[in-house]
């Protein structure tokens, strides 16, 4: 990852791009530097994961809840202002939400699963 100089970010500058569920849509804003993405992720109403992932991620809650349904069954639900973490290729999870969500969600280099 390069150096990143001090700056600010107009979220509302930023043009949303929008990517389909199995049941409704997220809006992604996207940030994307060497090797570090940053996204502002709105899911509408009764939104579904149209897959399983694989990618780590730092994910905070900014308004709503967020379920996040893990391959084994488990469900964790986050809502405002708490966060999840996990690196790539540790843990398979799919969104959803009821009401729909609001999320920071920070991803990259920094979090490929290393082996020992």
């Known amino acids: 990852m390069n ?17 389909k569920g199995t049941n409704g849509v997220a809006l992604w804003k996207t940030i994307q530097f060497p090797g570090l993405r ?5 899911y509408s109403n009764g939104y ?21 349904e893990l391959k084994t069954g488990e469900q964790i639900k986050l809502s405002r202002g708490e966060s999840f973490i996990v690196s790539d290729d540790v843990s398979s999870h799919r ?18 699963y290393k082996h020992e």
């Open 3 to 19: 150096n990143i100089p001090f700056q600010t970010i107009d979220w509302s500058s930023i043009e949303n791009v929008e990517y």
């Open 38 to 42: 940053i996204r502002l992720v709105e």
């Open 48 to 68: 579904l994961a149209d897959h399983w992932c694989e990618k780590g991620h730092i994910v905070h809650c900014l308004e709503g809840e967020l379920i996040s």
């Open 95 to 112: 969104s959803s939400t009821e009401n729909g969500v609001k999320l920071l969600i920070i991803d990259g280099d920094f979090l490929k």
